[in-house]
């Protein structure tokens, strides 16, 4: 007779990046999986988004590393611009794969969505399901419970993936103040490639911020961020708001401007957990990405961190483990990282936020002066970032040494 424990079940609420990437990789470890979404279907919603080698290496411990890899577009030179043109530093695709391991690749949300929603096992994926955590439960005791309109799920593992206005944080820590407003408004746009060549690149300019990234498939992915006052919306249109903003700016952004749809401009205030939760779990519940740690997207690592999160919690939570422990471990794990990155993306969100003239004289001349010793220096940004490797099955859960955790206040 078999005496081992019944397969254990994990219910995720959410299904974005960071609860499919959990998700996907529990059930690789043995765990039975539920997905609860509250939208209606996976509809190709949003806009794009850059993973970086880190994010990389965490899907090769699910398999998808080198098909998101093959989707790389950037080749040859990048950099930061200004309004009108000049370039303040530049950097390289060569130089940044050399230094780091792996290429930045910039695709569409929708395609990572669906690569790691075909590795779920039939029926795992709920849609149109909303849910709410009723009880979070005890590692060794009570199951934790999750209602639906539908009924309710008994689970030896609840993820709350439900992003920045997460209820299941709140239902976790109802004493924590919540997300922010940084002061940035942003704009998000998918358009066809414009027929002039150009070199992926941010613009800085007084208050407000231009990107433009190739994507695979022929398409850019442009983005834009300006000091705006929170909940704000354009009386006339997204569009034309840009057209004010950016509009005689340097090509390629008046070509990328016109080729966007009248409504095919996302627009979202950003907010980040300035204040760091006290630990990513509680009970039988964990967070992940924005519910447990939203942050400004100047560094481009909301959606990466959220893949190292879904990797690191399926690491610590091998099926018949001790739960109390691997979660603890998990919090240990990604707690003093994620807070340091919230912390660096919060300090150049502040270069973006001061708008006066003679701070951004002061800035574009220190980031030039930067520039001058190659792209090797711009880099460093992100040293401690991009430079992550998951941890191994069997091996010890320390992911970055006491150096990088000083390097990431």
């Known amino acids: 007779m078999d005496n081992r424990p019944a397969t254990p079940h994990a219910v995720v609420i959410g299904s974005g990046i960071g609860g499919l990437t959990a998700a996907v990789a529990l059930h690789r470890r043995g765990w039975r999986i539920t997905v609860l979404e509250r939208a209606a279907s996976l509809r190709p919603v949003g806009a794009g988004l850059g993973l970086a080698p880190n994010a990389l290496r965490a ?19 990048g950099g930061l611009r200004t309004p009108g043109g000049r370039w ?17 690749v910039a695709l569409h ?38 209602t639906t309109p539908d009924g309710e799920f008994d689970a030896d593992l609840v993820i709350g993936a439900d992003g920045i206005h997460s209820a299941v944080r709140t239902a976790l820590f109802p004493a924590h103040p919540g997300p922010r407003y940084t002061g940035l408004t942003s704009w998000r746009l998918v358009v066809p490639a414009p027929p002039r060549p150009f070199h992926p690149h941010e613009t800085w ?34 569009k034309a708001e840009l057209l004010r903003r950016c509009g005689d700016w340097h090509d390629p952004v008046p070509a990328l401007l016109a080729a966007a749809g009248e409504d095919g401009v996302l627009r979202h205030d950003i907010h980040h957990l300035a204040v760091p939760l006290p ?48 979660l603890a471990a998990y919090s240990a794990d990604r707690l003093p990282r994620t807070t340091g990155i919230v ?40 040293d401690g970032i991009a430079d992550w490797h998951p941890p191994q099955h069997g091996t010890g859960t320390r992911t970055y040494d006491h150096d990088d955790r000083e390097a990431l206040r």
């Open 59 to 77: 899907l090769d411990v699910i398999g998808l590393g080198d098909e998101v890899r093959a989707l790389a577009a950037w080749q040859g030179d």
């Open 205 to 238: 300019g007084r208050g407000v911020l231009w990107g433009t990234q190739p994507l695979k498939d022929g398409r850019v992915y442009a983005y834009a961020a300006a000091v705006a006052p929170a909940g704000g919306h354009s009386p006339d249109g997204e």
């Open 279 to 326: 630990a990513f779990h509680r009970g039988r519940t964990a967070l992940l990405g924005d519910s447990a740690h939203a942050m400004a997207p100047t560094l481009g690592q909301g959606g990466n961190q959220a893949i190292e999160d879904g990797i690191v919690l399926a690491h610590h939570l091998a099926p018949r483990a001790d739960l109390g422990a691997g």
């Open 343 to 382: 912390r660096r993306a919060a300090r150049v969100t502040a270069l973006h936020t001061r708008d006066g003239r003679p701070f951004v004289l002061l800035r574009n001349a220190l980031v030039a002066l930067a520039g001058l010793a190659g792209p090797g220096l711009a880099l460093r940004a992100f």
């Open 88 to 104: 303040l530093s530049r950097t390289n695709a060569r130089v940044a794969a050399e230094r780091y391991g792996d290429p930045l």
């Open 109 to 146: 949300r929708a395609t990572l969505i669906e690569l790691l929603a075909s590795r779920l096992p039939d029926g795992a994926l709920r849609t149109g399901a909303p849910a709410e955590l009723a009880d979070p439960g005890v590692p060794g005791g009570r199951p934790a419970r999750v």
